[in-house]
């Protein structure tokens, strides 16, 4: 008796196998109540940044009689920015440097003490370590006017009030970044190359700076940005702090400049007000081309550390 095999099953086809089971594509759903609300948002951060623009176009006349959001018949930023930096001998620019030299320095120099006091954190154990860290994560809540007139006390105790040390000291210290950076490192630092750095004889200091430093690039990134635009931005530090307009920041400089053009009348010939909405202007595009720059930087900084992997 023979027995037949049976023939063996043919696979289908490729193009078989794509008609027999198509793949489902999930169309993005579209809410309208979202987007306007998204609409809302934009409009709310961009509007102000729009009237600024088209305000530095006009003359102190224009800023009154014109609307707000338009261009006047006679633009004039060109002339604008030129009395900007000519006004009272170039103070503007020195104004500006000094902003550079505060927020520059203040900005290293606390992204670099945030990520070595968040990878000491993160990578070494000693005693009182978690009470320390609790006392950084109290520090975060406090805000930084409440402070302002102790640290005017203790640096008039130093002789440091009406210097530049008085603007950069203060801004390096960081809760938020620290905190950051302990979260960051606690990931992006692998424990062992840590370990294998060790036994292959490199130092504790060596090991930071030629290892984790590298490793820890975009969170370093991103407590640096974070400070920039807060010590550019601070104005009550630098008000209490400085008596020589010659180191004035952007943001007291001008507000010199806003007093003077309120004792002078909204129908005064000056065009002080003008210089002022100008200045403005100028003063954050140094920001704009910082956050252009490192934007890939923060992103990656932000997004590190705040998934578990």
């Known amino acids: 008796m023979t027995t037949t095999t049976p023939p063996a099953p043919v696979a289908p086809k490729a193009t078989e196998r794509v008609h027999a089971a198509p793949a489902k594509r999930h169309r993005a759903r579209r809410s309208t109540p979202l987007t306007i609300a998204m609409l809302a948002v934009l409009a709310y951060f961009l509007l102000p940044l729009f009237w600024l623009l088209i305000a ?55 992204a670099l003490l945030a990520a070595a006091g968040g990878y000491g954190f993160a990578k070494f154990r000693f005693r009182g370590d978690r009470a320390a860290f609790n006392l950084v994560l109290g520090a975060v809540m406090v805000p930084t006017t409440a402070l302002a007139i102790p640290t005017y006390l203790l640096f008039a105790k130093a002789g440091l009030v009406n210097t530049p040390w008085a603007i950069i000291l203060p801004s390096l210290v960081n809760p938020f970044g620290l905190y950051l950076m302990r979260i960051y490192a606690q990931d992006a630092i692998p424990d062992s190359l840590l370990e294998a750095a060790r036994i292959d004889g490199a130092g504790e ?12 690039g975009p969170g370093l990134v991103t407590v640096l940005l974070f400070t920039l635009v807060a010590t550019w931005n601070n104005y009550f530090l630098p008000l209490i702090m400085l008596n020589d307009p010659d180191l004035y920041p952007i943001t007291v400089g001008l507000s010199s400049w806003a007093a003077q053009a309120q004792n002078g009348g ?9 210089l002022v909405v100008t200045g403005s202007l100028i003063s954050i595009l140094p920001l704009v081309v910082a956050f252009l720059l490192l934007q890939r930087y923060w992103q990656s900084g932000l997004a590190t550390g705040g998934v578990k992997q």
């Open 205 to 216: 200091p060596r090991i930071f700076f030629r290892i984790a430093l590298r490793l820890l």
């Open 56 to 110: 530095s176009t006009k003359s102190a006349q224009d800023l009154f009689n014109s609307f707000g959001l338009w261009f006047s018949h006679a633009p004039q930023l060109l002339t604008n920015v030129e009395k900007t930096f000519t006004q009272d001998d170039g103070v503007f620019v020195h104004w500006l440097l000094n902003t550079v030299l505060y927020a520059g320095v203040s900005a290293v120099g606390a």
């Open 266 to 274: 909204a129908g005064s010939s000056s065009d002080m007000l003008a």
